[in-house]
C-alpha cells in the first residue's frame, strides 16, 4: 500500500512539472513553430525540449538542466515573482487564459531581445532559423 501512494505522489509530481513546462512549450511552438515558420518548425520540433533545456540532463527544472535560452525565461518569471504552478493554474483555467498566455508572450519578446552567449540576441537567431540557445547540447 505505501509503494501505491509513494508511486502514486510520483507521477503526480512529475506530472505537474512537465505540465509546468507543456503549456510554455505549446505557447511557444504556436508563436515560432507554427505552419508558416518554414524550415524552423522541423528543426524546433526536433529540438522539443531542448529549445529551453539541456539534451542528457536529467533534472530539466535545475539550474544545470536549462540552457541559456531556458535561464532567460526562468529569470523573467523570477523578476516578475511569477512562480511556473501559478501560471499553469493560470492557463488552465479559462476565465485567466488569456492573462497567461498574455504574460507568456511578454516574457518570449523580453527573453528573445536578450544576447545569446554568441553576442546574436535569441529573437534574430529564431527569425534566421536557428536555435536560441549555444548551449543546448544538440
Given at each position: 500500500?505505501?509503494?501505491?501512494?509513494?508511486l502514486?505522489?510520483?507521477m503526480?509530481?512529475t506530472?505537474?512539472?512537465a505540465?509546468?513546462i507543456g503549456e510554455?512549450?505549446k505557447?511557444?511552438s504556436?508563436?515560432?513553430?507554427?505552419?508558416?515558420?518554414g524550415?524552423?518548425?522541423?528543426?524546433?520540433?526536433?529540438?522539443g525540449?531542448?529549445?529551453?533545456?539541456?539534451?542528457?540532463?536529467k533534472d530539466?527544472?535545475s539550474a544545470?538542466?536549462r540552457?541559456?535560452?531556458?535561464t532567460?525565461?526562468?529569470?523573467?518569471?523570477?523578476?516578475?515573482?511569477?512562480?511556473?504552478d501559478?501560471?499553469?493554474?493560470?492557463?488552465?483555467?479559462d476565465s485567466?487564459?488569456?492573462?497567461?498566455?498574455?504574460?507568456?508572450?511578454?516574457?518570449?519578446?523580453?527573453?528573445?531581445?536578450?544576447?545569446?552567449?554568441?553576442?546574436?540576441?535569441?529573437?534574430?537567431?529564431?527569425?534566421?532559423?536557428?536555435l536560441?540557445?549555444?548551449?543546448?547540447?544538440?
Amino acid at each position: 500500500m505505501l509503494r501505491v501512494l509513494l508511486l502514486t505522489i510520483a507521477m503526480t509530481v512529475t506530472a505537474s512539472q512537465a505540465m509546468a513546462i507543456g503549456e510554455l512549450k505549446k505557447e511557444w511552438s504556436t508563436k515560432y513553430a507554427g505552419d508558416d515558420s518554414g524550415d524552423f518548425k522541423t528543426v524546433a520540433r526536433k529540438a522539443g525540449c531542448n529549445v529551453c533545456h539541456v539534451k542528457g540532463v536529467k533534472d530539466k527544472k535545475s539550474a544545470e538542466g536549462r540552457n541559456e535560452y531556458g535561464t532567460a525565461m526562468a529569470a523573467f518569471l523570477k523578476g516578475k515573482d511569477i512562480k511556473i504552478d501559478d501560471l499553469k493554474a493560470q492557463y488552465k483555467d479559462d476565465s485567466t487564459k488569456d492573462a497567461a498566455v498574455k504574460t507568456m508572450m511578454s516574457m518570449f519578446e523580453t527573453v528573445n531581445a536578450e544576447k545569446s552567449k554568441d553576442g546574436e540576441t535569441f529573437g534574430a537567431k529564431i527569425s534566421a532559423g536557428k536555435l536560441p540557445a549555444t548551449d543546448a547540447n544538440l
